[in-house]
């Protein structure tokens, strides 16, 4: 299994700023992922990390919004930019690697964001 | 990646079994039937996944039924620990969150 720590655990922000979440994985992966959970609701995935290349952003998701970061296969960062209240939410990391064998996607504990 | 429906919720006393039903008739021969489950205030936990065989860890067992179009995650002795919200997911790379069945185990 992968071990996965995100920092921070929690934030509160104020409208117009940003924010930087870091993803760190004990281990090397080839995937690694983020995922945006609001109140009550489901997870959603935002984007895939790409290590070396732009990430892949899902359908209503921009990079001007959410820039990613992956310098390494142990590392990724999620920016919030120019936040406000409608992205309070819990921000996920999570990793699978598929070349080691593994299937499985193991994930962060979550970075609690709200937004005043 | 191809929908699945469950329950929204459901609800088992401890130490019994517990059989969690998800349909994906739409699913795709190469679809994968993952579960994962979340408990309050922590991500997601992978539980167990299977593409056409039964499957058994040391966490729960996966019934596939014989046309693939519905599967069922089975608890065999339900603990307080297990109260989560167990999300079905059909995929062949990322995975898409449903809404998932929260299931409550009472004492």
């Known amino acids: 299994s992968a071990v996965i720590s995100q920092k921070p655990s929690r934030d509160i922000c104020q409208r117009g700023t940003s924010l930087t979440i870091q993803c760190q994985v004990d281990?090397?992966?080839?995937?690694m992922f983020w995922y945006r959970q609001q109140p009550g609701q489901s997870l959603t995935l935002i984007a895939t990390?790409?290590?070396?290349?732009?990430?892949?952003?899902e359908s209503g998701f921009v990079i001007d919004k959410f820039p990613i970061s992956r310098p390494n296969l142990t590392f990724s960062t999620l920016t919030v930019s120019n936040m406000s209240p409608e992205d309070s939410s819990i921000y996920l990391c999570?990793?699978?690697?598929?070349?080691?064998?593994?299937?499985?996607?193991?994930f962060g504990p979550g970075t609690r964001l709200t937004v005043t | 990646d191809a929908k699945t429906t469950q329950p929204n919720s459901m609800e088992s006393n401890e130490e019994e079994p517990v059989h969690l039903p998800c349909n994906h008739s739409?699913?795709?021969?190469?679809?994968?039937i993952h579960w994962y489950r979340q408990l309050p205030s922590q991500g997601p936990e992978y539980v167990i996944h299977?593409?056409?065989s039964n499957v058994n860890n040391r966490m729960a067992s996966l019934a596939i039924a014989e046309d693939r179009k519905s599967s069922t995650l089975i608890l065999h002795r339900a603990t307080l620990r297990d109260a989560a919200v167990y999300y079905c997911?059909?995929?062949?790379?990322?995975?898409?969150f449903g809404k998932g069945t929260k299931l409550s185990v009472k004492p």
């Open positions: 299977g593409l056409t």
């Open positions: 997911i059909l995929s062949q790379g990322n995975l898409i």
């Open positions: 990390a790409n290590q070396g290349s732009e990430a892949t952003y």
């Open positions: 999570s990793v699978e690697d598929r070349a080691g064998g593994l299937y499985e996607q193991y």
């Open positions: 739409t699913i795709s021969g190469t679809d994968y």
């Open positions: 281990s090397q992966v080839t995937m």
